[in-house]
């Protein structure tokens, strides 16, 4: 499960549900628009913990069914031959966290109402908490990944080996929008 052709693999997933939800979101970000279940006030505590983990940004049903729809792909290998246990759950929930924070990365990269030059606070309108040049959450998404690698027990020069790869290819998505999207 450590090849570079699995890690090609789910950094195109990546690529794929970055697409699939500009084509959803269009411009605003975080469902904002979409007529989809939002949890009514007040809050109980799931959806104030949710909101907590994930700074502040509000629960929606779009989002729960886009999490578990990712994370049902991840399980696949477990329903197709490849024996289920604590150590590969653990390393299945770290290359979530790190294709989530992939993901939703390229949805600015390759938002034609956003793109790399347009990726900061001033121009991303939607619920980021920055530190520097980078949100929060990226550096949280790629923390906790990191920690249930090493929680799962497994060599963390996998996760490198996973880290590294979504960054180059990210890289090169960075400098392909550069030159298609002129934003």
Not at 99 to 109: G, Q, R
Not at 134 to 141: A, R, V
Request: charged share 15%.
């Amino acid at each position: 499960m450590f090849t570079i052709g699995y890690a090609a693999y789910l950094f195109v997933m990546a690529t794929i549900l970055a697409l699939l939800e500009i084509q959803i979101e269009g411009k605003d970000g975080w469902a904002k628009n979409l007529p989809c279940w939002r949890p009514q006030k007040p809050y109980n505590f799931t959806v104030r913990a949710y909101m907590f983990l994930m700074s502040g940004r509000e629960l929606t049903g779009y989002h729960i069914v886009m999490f578990t729809f990712v994370l049902l792909i991840l399980h696949l290998p477990f329903f197709a031959g490849v024996k289920w246990n604590g150590q590969r759950e653990l390393w299945t929930v770290s290359i979530y966290f790190l294709l989530s924070v992939t993901w939703d990365f390229l949805w600015h990269v390759w938002n034609p109402h956003y793109g790399v030059k347009k990726f900061n606070p001033k121009t991303i309108s939607h619920d980021y908490n920055w530190l520097g040049p980078i949100p929060k959450d990226y550096i949280m998404g790629v923390i906790v990944s990191f920690a249930f690698a090493v929680l799962s027990g497994g060599d963390i020069t996998h996760w490198l080996f996973f880290f590294f790869t979504f960054g180059g290819l990210t890289l090169a998505s960075c400098l392909i929008s550069l030159a298609l999207i002129r934003k």
